[in-house]
C-alpha cells in the first residue's frame, strides 16, 4: 500500500514540475474543485484551504492523493500567471478526443 501512495506522490510531483517548467511559473496550482480539504499544490506540497503552512505527505488519505492526481492529469487547475505586471488566471488546454 505504501509503494502506491509514493508512486502518486511521485506523479503528483512530476505532473506539477512539468507545468512550472514548460509556462516558467513557480507558484501555486489551485484546483477547480477542493479536494478535502485541499485547494491548492504548490513548490512541492499540498495546502489546506486558507492555511499558510502546508500539509505532510503522510497526513493526506490515499483517496484525496488519487483525487488530486486525476484533477491533474485532467487538467482541472488554474494557475495565475504574470503577463505585463498583471496576474491572470490561467488555464490549460483540456484534451478533447
Known amino acids: 500500500m ?3 501512495r509514493f508512486h502518486l506522490i511521485s506523479s503528483i510531483l512530476k505532473k ?3 507545468v512550472c517548467n514548460k509556462f516558467s511559473f513557480t507558484g501555486f496550482l489551485y484546483f477547480d474543485q477542493k479536494v478535502g480539504n485541499l485547494d491548492r499544490l504548490g513548490k512541492g506540497f499540498l495546502y ?3 492555511e499558510i ?3 505532510d505527505w503522510r497526513k493526506i488519505k490515499s ?3 488519487l483525487k488530486v492526481y486525476l484533477s491533474l492529469k ?3 487547475f488554474y494557475f495565475n500567471k504574470e503577463v505585463d505586471g498583471r496576474f ?3 488555464r490549460l488546454k483540456v484534451n478533447v478526443k
Do not use: A, G
Open 16 to 18: 506539477y514540475r512539468k
Open 74 to 76: 485532467d487538467k482541472k
Open 88 to 90: 491572470y488566471k490561467t
Open 53 to 55: 503552512l502546508p500539509i
Open 2 to 4: 505504501e509503494q502506491l
Open 48 to 50: 489546506n484551504q486558507d
Open 63 to 65: 483517496s484525496d492523493l
